[in-house]
C-alpha cells in the first residue's frame, strides 16, 4: 500500500470478486486459499442468509472476496441461492455488481458443474473458472484438458489443488487479468434448437445439457477404473444393515461427546467463573454494586461461555462429517422416519443435538438449506429433553416416584419408565407439532428435496477448525451479548425491589408457621424435621439462608410467582413452585439451584449426595402455606417433570432461535406455544394423576 | 408409461421426460435429470425412500415420490461399468 507524505493511504479500489460454485466443490477451501479467515461474516440486508467476505491483496491490488451460497442454477430455489443470483445480478441492496466472477468448477462432476457455470458466463462480467478436485478426478481415471475446456468457454479456467495451494497464484493472476468472455460457442444454437413441445422450465435445462454434453466431449477423457474407492465406501456405507450400523454408533459418538464429554469442559469453564467471581467478591464492599457485578455480569458471562465446549464440540464433528460427505449419507439414511412430520433426513442431526443441548442443536439447523425445514426444526428442538431438564427429572422421579418394580421384572422400575416416557414425551409432542405446523403455519408446495451425494474427501483440517471458530464466535457475538443483557435484567428482576421490612415479616412469618404446625403434628418423623427447621432458624447460616429465601419470594420474580398462583394451582402447585418455574427462566440448569433458596436451604448443590438428600429432605417437608397438606405428592412432581419436559423456560435457547431466525417473533412465539402446551400436558397429568391416585 | 420409482436397484434406465413444472421438476432438470441421460439406480435408504441415483457421472438422492415424475424408456438392465459390483449389493422389496 502506498502512503502519502499526508499520511493518507493511496491505493487502489478494492476489486470485489464473486466466488460462485455448485454445493461441495471445494468452495471453502478455496476461500481460505485464497483469502485466508474472513474478515467480515455477518447476514445479508433482510436475510438469514451468512455473508462471508474475506480481503486480500494480490500484485499489489487489494481485492474482496464474497463467498456467495452453494447454489445449482440461477433460478434460484432457495433464499441462499437467492442471494448469490441476485448479488451477480447487482439486484442486491446496497451491493452493486461484482467486478469479477470466481465459478469454481469440479473436475470429478464437470457435467453438471458447467450447468451453473455456463449461465453464469452468460452474465457478461469478467469471469475464471477455477477447476477443483483434480486429484480426486485423477484418482476416477477423469482427465480434464483445461486449455480447451478455456478455448470451449470463451473464459479463463485455471487448476487448482486448494488444500495444498497449487496453483492460487496463477488464479489470483488470472482473476486481475479477467475480460468480459465471449459468449460461449453454440450455447445459444443449442438452446435455441429444443422441441418447443418441451415445457419452458424443461426447455433450458435440456439445451444447456445438450450444448454441455458436447462441450467435454474431447475434453474429459476417462481412463476405465474397476471399482473406485467411493464406490466401497458408499457401498457399506450406505449398505442396509452395515449403513445403518455405522450411522448409529457415528451417532452415539456425536451424541456422547457433546453429552458426556463437554460436562468437564463445562464443569471447567464453571469453577474458573466461580472463582472468579468469588475474587470478584472479595474486593468490592458489599452492596447492590458487588452483587450486581457479581451475581448480574459475572454469573451472565459465565452462562453464556458455558455453552462453548457444546456448540465447539458438535460443529468439529459436523464440519468433519460434512468435509468427508458423510453428512448428506446421514440424512439419506435418515429422511424417510422425518418425512412423515414433513422435515427431511436433514434435521436429524440438529434434533439429537438437541438432546444434549438446544442451543447447539438450534445452531445446527444452518446445515438445513431448506428454510422451511430449518425453521421448523428449530422451534420443535427445545422439544427434545436437554441435558439441562435431566437433573429436574432425576431429583425428582428419585424422591417422589415409588421405586418399585414393573410386571414382576426386577430391573425394569417405575422411575426409570417415568424417565423415558419424559423423554418420549418431548418427541411425540414435536412430532404432533410438526404434523400440526406444516398442515397450518407452514403450508405450501413441497419443496424440493433432491440432495447430492458428494465423493468422499479427506476432510480439511483448516476448514473444520474454522468451521468451529466461526460457530463459536456467531454464538458468543451475536447471542452471547443478548443471554448476558437478559442475565443482568433478571439479576435485577430477583434481587428488586430490596424491602427489608418485607423480608423480616416474611421470617417471622416462617417461623411463627412451623411453630404453629409443630404443636399440632402426631407424626414423629415430621415433628423432628420441623423442631430442625425451627432451630436452623436460630443459627446465622439457618438464618441467613432464609433471609435470602425470603428475599427471592419478595423479589419481582416472587411476586410474580404469587401472582401468577391461581394459574398454577390447577397443575397442584403452591405459589413458591410457580417461584421457581418462573425464576429458572435465566436457565433451566438453574431450577434446582432456585427451589434451594426458595425453601430456604441456600446456595445447594443438588447435584451433590448431600446437597441432593437435604433438598429432598426439604421439598418431602413442605407444605401448603397454613396447612398440614404436603405439597410434593406422586401427581405434583409428574405435573412439575411433564412442565420441565415441555416448557420453554430457557432464556439463552430463545435468544439464539431469535438469532438463528432473524426475528423476536419465533423466539416469542414458541414461548408462548411451549407455556401454553407445558402447562396443559402439567394440568392433564396432576388432575388424571390425582384422579386416579388420590 | 414406467417411472423411473418402478426401475430395479442395480438396473439403467434412459429417461424420456419429466413431468410437471414446479421447483422440484425444475431442480431435477437441473440436476442432470434431462430427457436422453442415463441414470442408474444404485440402492435405497434402509426403510425404501429415498433412493440413490448415479447420472452424468455422480451421486444423488430423491425421494421415491419424486421419482414418481421421471418417466423412462423400459429398463437397460444392470450395467457393468463403473460401480461394477453393485448389482449383487442390494435388493430391496418395492
Redesign the interface.
Given at each position: 500500500m502506498n502512503v502519502t507524505a499526508a499520511g493518507v493511504a493511496e491505493s487502489p479500489p478494492p476489486l470485489t470478486v464473486a466466488l460462485l460454485g455448485n454445493p461441495n466443490t471445494g468452495k471453502s477451501t478455496l476461500f481460505s486459499a485464497l483469502a485466508g479467515i474472513p474478515t467480515r461474516v455477518g447476514n445479508y440486508p433482510g436475510v438469514t442468509v451468512e455473508e462471508k467476505v474475506g480481503r486480500f491483496v494480490h500484485a499489489g491490488r487489494p481485492i474482496d472476496l464474497i463467498d456467495l451460497p452453494g447454489t445449482?442454477?440461477l433460478?434460484p430455489?432457495s433464499p441462499d441461492e437467492k442471494v448469490a443470483v441476485d448479488l451477480l445480478r447487482g439486484r442486491l441492496a446496497g451491493m452493486p455488481a461484482p467486478d469479477r466472477i470466481v465459478i469454481v468448477v469440479d473436475a470429478?462432476?464437470?457435467?453438471?458443474n458447467l450447468?451453473l457455470a455456463s449461465q453464469a458466463i452468460e452474465i457478461g462480467l469478467p469471469t475464471v473458472i477455477a477447476l477443483t478436485l483434480g486429484d480426486a478426478a485423477a484418482d476416477r481415471g477423469?482427465e480434464v484438458d483445461a486449455a480447451e475446456l478455456s478455448r470451449r468457454l470463451g473464459c479463463g479456467v485455471v487448476p487448482v489443488v486448494a488444500p495444498r495451494r497449487q496453483g492460487i497464484t496463477r488464479l489470483a493472476d488470472a482473476i486481475l487479468a479477467a475480460l468480459p468472455p465471449r459468449q460461449p460457442e453454440g450455447l445459444a444454437a443449442a438452446l435455441a434448437a429444443v422441441d418447443p413441445a418441451?415445457?419452458?422450465?424443461?426447455r433450458?435445462?435440456?439445451g444447456r445439457?445438450?450444448w454441455i454434453e458436447r462441450v467435454i466431449e474431447g475434453v474429459v477423457r476417462r481412463r476405465p477404473?474397476?471399482?473406485?474407492i467411493d464406490?466401497r465406501i458408499?457401498?457399506v456405507v450406505?449398505?442396509?444393515v452395515w449403513?445403518?450400523l455405522l450411522f448409529a454408533l457415528m451417532m452415539l459418538a456425536v451424541f456422547t461427546s457433546i453429552f458426556w464429554l463437554s460436562a468437564p469442559l463445562m464443569e471447567g469453564i464453571s469453577f474458573g467463573v466461580d472463582t472468579f467471581a468469588e475474587v470478584v467478591r472479595g474486593l468490592l464492599p458489599e452492596g447492590a454494586v458487588r452483587s450486581l457485578v457479581v451475581d448480574g455480569v459475572i454469573a451472565g458471562a459465565g452462562s453464556v461461555v458455558v455453552f462453548i465446549p457444546q456448540i465447539a464440540l458438535l460443529f468439529f464433528w459436523i464440519a468433519l462429517l460434512e468435509g468427508c460427505g458423510y453428512l448428506?449419507r446421514a440424512a439419506?439414511?435418515m429422511?424417510?422416519?422425518l418425512?412423515g412430520v414433513g422435515l427431511s433426513?436433514k434435521s436429524f442431526i440438529p434434533l439429537l443435538s438437541s438432546f444434549a443441548c438446544a442451543i447447539p442443536g438450534i445452531m445446527a439447523a444452518r446445515t438445513i438449506e431448506n428454510p422451511r425445514d430449518r425453521l421448523l426444526t428449530i422451534l420443535l428442538a427445545p422439544l427434545m429433553s436437554c441435558s439441562a431438564r435431566l437433573p429436574v427429572y432425576l431429583l425428582m422421579c428419585g424422591a417422589f416416584v415409588p421405586n418399585v418394580p414393573l410386571a414382576g421384572i426386577p430391573w425394569l422400575r417405575l422411575p426409570a419408565l417415568v424417565l423415558a416416557s419424559l423423554y418420549a414425551l418431548g418427541v411425540i409432542v414435536a412430532a404432533l407439532a410438526a404434523f400440526v405446523l406444516t398442515r397450518t403455519v407452514f403450508r405450501g408446495?413441497?419443496?424440493?428435496?433432491?440432495?447430492?451425494?458428494?465423493?468422499w474427501r479427506w476432510p480439511q483440517p483448516g476448514i473444520v477448525l474454522e468451521r468451529v471458530r466461526e460457530a463459536t464466535w456467531s454464538f458468543l457475538s451475536g447471542a452471547g451479548t443478548t443471554i448476558l443483557a437478559m442475565s443482568v435484567v433478571l439479576w435485577a428482576l430477583s434481587h428488586y425491589p430490596r424491602d427489608e421490612a418485607a423480608v423480616e415479616a416474611e421470617v417471622a412469618s416462617e417461623r411463627t408457621n412451623l411453630r404453629v404446625r409443630l404443636e399440632g403434628e402426631a407424626d414423629e418423623a415430621t415433628v423432628a424435621d420441623l423442631a430442625a427447621a425451627l432451630e436452623a432458624l436460630d443459627t446465622p447460616e439457618g438464618l441467613d439462608a432464609a433471609r435470602r429465601g425470603a428475599a427471592q419470594r419478595c423479589s419481582f420474580l416472587g411476586l410474580a410467582g404469587r401472582f401468577i398462583e391461581p394459574v398454577v394451582r390447577p397443575l397442584g402447585w403452591d405459589w413458591r413452585l410457580g417461584c421457581a418455574a418462573i425464576a429458572s427462566f435465566p436457565a433451566r440448569e438453574v431450577v434446582l439451584g432456585t427451589l434451594g433458596v426458595i425453601y430456604n436451604l441456600g446456595d445447594v448443590d443438588a447435584g451433590s449426595e448431600e446437597g441432593g438428600t437435604a433438598l429432598v429432605r426439604r421439598l418431602r417437608a413442605a407444605t401448603w402455606d397454613g396447612s398440614r397438606r404436603k405439597v410434593f405428592t406422586l401427581p405434583v412432581a409428574l405435573s412439575i417433570m411433564v412442565f420441565f419436559a415441555l416448557c420453554a423456560q430457557c432464556s439463552s435457547t430463545l435468544v439464539v432461535i431469535g438469532r438463528e431466525t432473524g426475528s423476536w417473533i419465533w423466539p416469542l412465539a414458541s414461548f408462548s406455544a411451549m407455556t401454553v402446551l407445558a402447562w396443559l400436558g402439567a394440568l392433564v397429568t396432576y388432575q388424571v394423576g390425582t384422579f386416579f391416585g388420590g | 408409461m414406467t417411472s423411473l420409482k418402478e426401475v430395479a436397484i442395480g438396473s439403467t434406465a434412459e429417461v424420456e421426460l419429466i413431468t410437471g413444472s414446479d421447483p422440484t421438476s425444475e431442480r431435477l432438470l437441473e440436476m442432470g435429470i434431462t430427457p436422453g441421460v442415463l441414470i442408474t439406480v444404485i440402492g435405497a435408504a434402509p426403510l425404501g425412500c429415498p433412493l440413490e441415483l448415479e447420472v452424468r457421472g455422480y451421486r444423488l438422492s430423491i425421494r421415491r415420490s419424486d421419482a414418481a415424475r421421471v418417466a423412462v424408456f423400459p429398463s437397460l438392465g444392470a450395467r457393468s461399468t463403473r460401480a461394477g459390483a453393485m448389482s449383487v449389493r442390494r435388493s430391496l422389496p418395492r
Open positions: 445449482y442454477s433460478s430455489k470429478t462432476n464437470l457435467e453438471r450447468y477423469i418441451q415445457p419452458p422450465t424443461a433450458e435445462a435440456i445439457y445438450a477404473v474397476a471399482r473406485t464406490d458408499d457401498a450406505t449398505h442396509r449403513g445403518t448428506s439419506f439414511l429422511d424417510r422416519l418425512v433426513g408446495p413441497p419443496q424440493p428435496f433432491v440432495m447430492e451425494l458428494p465423493g | -
